[in-house]
């Protein structure tokens, strides 16, 4: 999945870096679990937390990963889990996190996090219609911060990404 440059997947995903710890890919640790489509107060964790872009417009950018014609609560899951790292950065002990994540900065007044649900073809229509719901029920603008979807659609027999696109968000929610 790394990548300092534009052409990884087919360039459909560039400039892409896991976080790490002690060179080893960290699933992000989250006080809440969202596996069942809604928060849970008990562990639960990002599948691939990246940071993603080059220079100043380097982003978060919060993976949920689904095995092949599996869909269940993916989009549910990457929103919580996006907006559970919204709160964790914006804590008393967020520029602690933002560093853990390798950035050397302050947590910038406004924050753009990414939520990448990765999923096979065939489940396109039904992650349109959970997408579709979640924005009518949800902000994805939370002050001066916001939170991006996307969907990486791979192709279930190579698991590599054949699509990578961000989602429209209707006016009523930007």
């Given at each position: ?37 809604y928060p849970e107060l ?133």
């Amino acid at each position: 999945m790394e990548s300092g440059k534009k052409s990884k997947f087919q360039g459909k995903v560039g400039f892409i870096q896991p976080i790490k710890v002690a060179r080893c890919p960290l699933q992000f640790p989250l006080p809440v679990s969202a596996s069942k489509g809604y928060p849970e107060l008990k562990f639960g964790h990002i599948d691939i937390l990246a940071r993603r872009g080059y220079g100043r417009n380097v982003k978060l950018s919060v993976w949920e990963l689904k095995s092949p014609r599996k869909l269940n609560h993916a989009v549910e899951q990457a929103y919580i889990y996006a907006l559970t790292l919204r709160h964790i950065l914006k804590s008393q002990h967020g520029k602690e996190w933002y560093k853990l994540c390798g950035f050397s900065s302050n947590v910038p007044a406004k924050l753009h996090i990414e939520a990448v649900v990765a999923i096979t073809k065939d489940k396109e229509k039904a992650f349109q219609k959970q997408y579709a719901h979640l924005v009518a029920e949800n902000p994805l603008q939370i002050g001066g911060d916001r939170i991006g979807f996307f969907v990486a659609l791979y192709d279930k027999t190579t698991y590599k990404i054949k699509s990578f696109e961000q989602m429209k968000v209707t006016a009523a929610h930007e």
